[in-house]
């Protein structure tokens, strides 16, 4: 997720599942990138299978756009497919833990709220509007993108769409363990990936494919969700964490019959 590491890490929200038993979807989506992953990282000594699969699924823009073609060997899929199989692809395990938890923590209250169809579509969805907002500042470049931070930042600006109170456990500047409305955390990131596109060219970090899957997510969210799911839900709910026992009257003894 770029600098949202830095930023804050959430570590958990009570946010319960109302229209599905299980986030099939987000499970599936996250034990894929992690097979990608562990097969990117862990066949071939040498790097050479790595790099293919960087080269053949990562989303390069001069190819995508015809100023640039790429080597027959590598071009596994269509062009047109790689605004979607590049999210699948992490550069090392830490690129590939944060944009997992933040799909852990935020994808399953997505998916319930949408569907599971639906919340598939919008996860892509995100992911090639990222890689379309990447190809718009980055027109010309042959370096490939890599990672499923558009779609990841398209949950998270689903998320304050849809439960902006929910508090949320989060570790602030990595040390600090605090329970946040998720406005607040969310907010502040969401606004950081639109600051750093206009001042931060240099760092290796694809801020407008962060803001393209911003801008996704909160169009999509309001198209694709539930008729009965409302927006900006008015719900407090607080982490287990920080939860207090009722305190209830002492009850009267009962007894058996009347």
Known sequence: MGAS?????????????????VQYVTLALIALNIVMWALTTFSGADGSFTNAAVLGLGFIPAVAYGSAELAPEFAVVPETATYITYSFLHADFWHLAGNMLFLWVFGDNIEDALGHIRFLIFYLACAAAGAFAHAILQPVSEAPLIGASGAVAGIVAAYVILHPRIRIWVLVLGRLPLP?????????????????????????????????????????????KRRDVPLFDRRIVSPLAVEHKEQHPPQKSRHWGR
């Open 5 to 21: 590491s830095e930023m804050f890490i959430p570590l958990h929200d009570k946010n319960d599942l109302n229209h599905i038993n």
């Open 180 to 224: 946040l409305p998720a406005w607040i955390p969310l907010l502040l990131w969401i606004g950081l990936q639109f600051f750093m596109v206009v001042t931060d060219r240099d760092s290796g970090v694809s801020w407008s494919a962060h803001v393209g899957g911003i801008l996704a997510g909160a169009v999509l969210v309001v198209i694709l």
